[in-house]
């Protein structure tokens, strides 16, 4: 049983920066993947970020590369998202996402939290 607690969503201006933080608990055997998605009234939720935990490999949208950048603190089983140079079009609840592969694959998702970047 995983529990995932988002932190740091707000109301920023263009060009802003905001810095979400997943705080992970509970019973985790073989966590692969770690990731931050995020779903805009009216709109599919779409991947923002991922990292592979084991090898630290990322991969990012092409409309947030270079300016998201995903880490995790194991030691804090904490995942963090940074966020520079928002944008109105990065408005969105955003989604912590946690991928246990063991004994077989099973996702855990955050609640979400609100990040509103004003026009």
């Known amino acids: 049983q995983v529990q995932l607690v988002e932190s740091g969503g707000g109301l920023v201006q263009p060009g802003g920066s905001l810095r979400l933080a997943c705080a992970a608990s509970?019973?985790?055997?073989?966590?692969?993947?770690m990731g931050w998605y995020r779903q805009a009234p009216g709109k599919e939720r779409e991947l923002v970020a991922t990292i592979t935990i084991t090898s630290s490999n990322t991969n990012y949208a092409d409309s947030v590369k270079g300016r998201f950048t995903i880490s995790r603190d194991n030691a804090k089983d904490t995942v963090y998202l940074q966020m520079n140079s928002l944008k109105p079009e990065d408005t969105a609840v955003y989604y912590c996402?946690?991928?246990?592969?063991?004994?077989?694959?099973?996702?855990?998702w955050g609640q979400g939290t609100q990040v509103t970047v004003s026009s």
């Open positions: 996402l946690l991928e246990d592969r063991w004994p077989a694959t099973k996702q855990y």
């Open positions: 509970g019973t985790i055997f073989s966590v692969g993947v």
